[in-house]
């Protein structure tokens, strides 16, 4: 999967999903290019997402930055709030956050419509 270069905004929740989230990150270092020498964490200093690791594990824990980074066939908008989300099926409409209230008010009117027709 391919990803968009970082504006500054979302520069800066990456580095603070590195700092936070990543396994590999250790006072600025990276664990894993760590070969003898003190290696800094190449996340932090770029302003693309060059480090696979973090692509792979880290950045699909926040998934608005997710959506808004990847290029992918399956992105879709919310039918209620407009914002980007990648979408696991193909009636997907809503994103995580919309898709709870509009089911619940789904459920709302058709317990509404069969409570209505009961005590009739």
């Given amino acids: 999967m391919r990803f968009r270069r970082l504006t500054s905004k979302n520069h800066r929740k990456v580095n603070a999903l590195v700092r936070g989230l990543c396994c ?19 996340q932090l200093i770029s302003f693309s997402l060059n480090c ?3 692509r792979s594990a880290v950045l699909p824990n ?12 399956n992105r879709k908008k919310c039918a209620v709030c407009g914002k980007e989300f990648i979408s696991s ?10 898709r709870i209230t509009v089911l ?3 459920k709302a009117e058709y317990q509404r419509k069969y409570r209505s027709r ?3």
Wanted: hydrophobic share 30%; with cysteine.
């Fill in 52 to 54: 696979k690791w973090f």
């Fill in 118 to 120: 009961v005590e009739k």
């Fill in 89 to 98: 099926a193909n009636k997907a409409k809503y994103c995580d956050k919309c």
């Fill in 62 to 73: 926040d998934k608005d930055l997710y959506a808004k980074l990847a290029i992918s066939d």
């Fill in 24 to 42: 590999n990150y250790v006072d600025g270092n990276c664990i894993l290019l760590d070969n003898g020498d003190v290696c800094k964490c190449p």
């Fill in 104 to 106: 619940r008010k789904q």
